[in-house]
């Protein structure tokens, strides 16, 4: 399933805190955005057709709850952009943000961490 950028703030939103309302969500994310709350709603019917979330009617308002989990989407999300943009492989992606970012003493300790664990478990 394919969730816009926008999209990701209100299921953002939804991973924090649900269910909630319409209302709340755009309380939370509208004004950063500078959307309306029309919008959030519109974005709200949007994962609503892709099966993202799911709505509840509570008296006159809807209940909004998220249907897939926050570490399943950035699973689906990371693995297509490595297997989009690097072939599928982890390497070339680290060494792309070496090369081009600078990576602190924190970020090499945690990648050092990393591949020791991944080493000692194999």
Same mark, same amino acid.
């Given at each position: 399933?394919?969730?816009?950028? %926008? &999209?990701?703030?209100?299921?953002?939103? *939804?991973? $924090?805190?649900?269910?909630?309302?319409? @209302?709340?969500?755009? /309380? !939370?994310?509208?004004?950063?955005?500078?959307?309306?709350?029309?919008?959030?709603?519109?974005?709200?019917?949007?994962?609503?057709?892709?099966?993202?979330?799911? %709505? &509840?009617?509570?008296?006159?308002?809807? *209940?909004? $709850?998220?249907?897939?989990?926050?570490? @399943?989407?950035?699973? /689906? !999300?990371?693995?297509?952009?490595?297997?989009?943009?690097?072939?599928?492989?982890?390497?070339?992606?680290?060494?792309?943000?070496?090369?081009?970012?600078?990576?602190?003493?924190?970020?090499?300790?945690d990648l050092?961490?990393?591949?020791?664990?991944?080493?000692?478990?194999?």
């Amino acid at each position: 399933m394919r969730i816009s950028t %926008a &999209e990701s703030l209100v299921m953002e939103s *939804l991973w $924090r805190a649900s269910p909630r309302t319409a @209302d709340q969500i755009a /309380a !939370e994310i509208a004004s950063d955005q500078e959307w309306t709350e029309a919008t959030v709603k519109s974005l709200l019917n949007r994962l609503l057709t892709k099966g993202a979330i799911a %709505a &509840e009617r509570d008296g006159r308002r809807y *209940l909004y $709850r998220p249907l897939i989990a926050r570490g @399943d989407y950035v699973h /689906a !999300e990371s693995r297509g952009l490595v297997n989009r943009l690097f072939d599928g492989r982890l390497a070339p992606l680290v060494a792309h943000f070496s090369a081009r970012e600078t990576l602190s003493a924190e970020d090499i300790a945690d990648l050092k961490r990393l591949i020791e664990e991944i080493d000692d478990g194999r």
